[in-house]
């Protein structure tokens, strides 16, 4: 059977000299891995457009579970990425987050659309590394189905009352009042500045062509970077040998 998807190269592994595997990330069917049987059979436009990080049209022959793919036309290309050894390290981090986590023949249509508007934020000359860095971090471990819960303190229901609390057991808010009555001793919080908070909702709560529309500085900079690594990665339950990578170019 034929198929034609839109998609994104997330994974290329060579096979002997002209034969490669594919890990592609797809609206319909989440990540896939093709096979594509060297540029002499699929000419060497599609072997171009199924480059790492290539946003392409793909025709497969899918075969059960099987995909060979047939033929590429590049849709949109990051080539600023490819120049900028720290910026390619990234997008290869987050690529990771992405294989680690989508399940095949799932639909990928979110992940795909934030992962494609994250890249050409990513390859602009004057891009924030760190800052694309954590905010993504933060959305997709929404898109992944850990979403926090920040509208309101979960007792209470004010969206915020004196200093606002971040509870690691549920991944809700909690403040300071409700904080006291309820006694909740053993569970793991987490005392949020107002800035941060503020961030996090941002970046949880907006479309996601907006989600990068911002910038930050100082203390609620370096608080947020480390709040949204760790979540994410508290949330995966791992961490990533391309995420220590990224960390060494510094
Ligand atoms: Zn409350």
Same mark, same amino acid.
């Given at each position: 059977m034929l198929?034609?998807?839109?998609?994104?190269?997330?994974?290329?592994?060579?096979?002997?000299?002209?034969?490669c595997?594919?890990?592609?990330?797809?609206?319909e069917?989440?990540v896939?891995?093709a096979?594509?049987?060297?540029?002499?059979?699929i000419? #060497?436009?599609s072997?171009?457009a199924?480059g790492?990080?290539?946003?392409s049209?793909f025709?497969f022959?899918k075969?059960?579970l099987?995909y060979?793919?047939?033929?590429?036309?590049?849709?949109?290309?990051?080539f600023?990425?490819?120049s900028?050894?720290?910026?390619?390290?990234?997008?290869?981090?987050?690529a990771?987050?992405i294989?680690?986590?989508?399940?095949?023949?799932?639909?990928?249509?979110?992940?795909l659309?934030?992962f494609?508007?994250t890249?050409? *934020?990513?390859q602009?000359e004057?891009?924030?590394?760190?800052?694309?860095?954590?905010v993504?971090e933060?959305?997709?471990? #929404?898109?992944?189905?850990?979403?926090?819960?920040?509208?309101?303190?979960?007792?209470?229901g004010?969206?915020i009352?004196g200093?606002?609390?971040?509870?690691?057991?549920n991944?809700?808010l909690?403040?300071?009042?409700?904080k006291?009555?309820e006694?909740?001793?053993?569970?793991?919080?987490?005392?949020l500045s107002?800035q941060?908070?503020?961030t996090?909702?941002?970046v949880?709560? #907006?479309?996601?062509?907006k989600v990068?529309g911002?910038?930050?500085k100082?203390?609620?900079r370096?608080d947020?970077?480390?709040?949204?690594?760790?979540?994410?990665?508290?949330?995966?339950?791992?961490?990533?040998?391309?995420?220590?990578?990224y *960390?060494?170019?510094?």
């Amino acid at each position: 059977m034929l198929v034609t998807v839109e998609g994104i190269v997330i994974g290329k592994r060579d096979i002997g000299e002209s034969n490669c595997f594919l890990d592609i990330l797809t609206e319909e069917y989440g990540v896939i891995e093709a096979t594509a049987h060297g540029a002499k059979k699929i000419g #060497s436009s599609s072997m171009s457009a199924a480059g790492l990080f290539s946003y392409s049209k793909f025709c497969f022959n899918k075969t059960n579970l099987r995909y060979t793919l047939n033929s590429a036309e590049p849709k949109c290309s990051f080539f600023g990425l490819s120049s900028d050894l720290k910026k390619f390290s990234l997008a290869v981090y987050f690529a990771d987050i992405i294989k680690y986590t989508s399940a095949a023949e799932q639909n990928g249509g979110d992940v795909l659309r934030f992962f494609a508007i994250t890249l050409f *934020k990513l390859q602009k000359e004057e891009a924030d590394c760190d800052l694309i860095k954590s905010v993504f971090e933060f959305r997709i471990a #929404s898109l992944l189905g850990f979403s926090p819960d920040l509208r309101a303190c979960r007792s209470c229901g004010r969206y915020i009352n004196g200093n606002m609390f971040f509870s690691f057991e549920n991944n809700s808010l909690i403040c300071e009042n409700c904080k006291d009555i309820e006694n909740i001793m053993g569970e793991e919080t987490k005392l949020l500045s107002p800035q941060l908070l503020h961030t996090m909702r941002y970046v949880t709560y #907006s479309a996601a062509e907006k989600v990068y529309g911002f910038e930050l500085k100082g203390e609620t900079r370096t608080d947020f970077f480390e709040f949204a690594e760790n979540y994410l990665l508290g949330q995966l339950e791992r961490s990533f040998n391309t995420l220590d990578y990224y *960390k060494k170019l510094k």
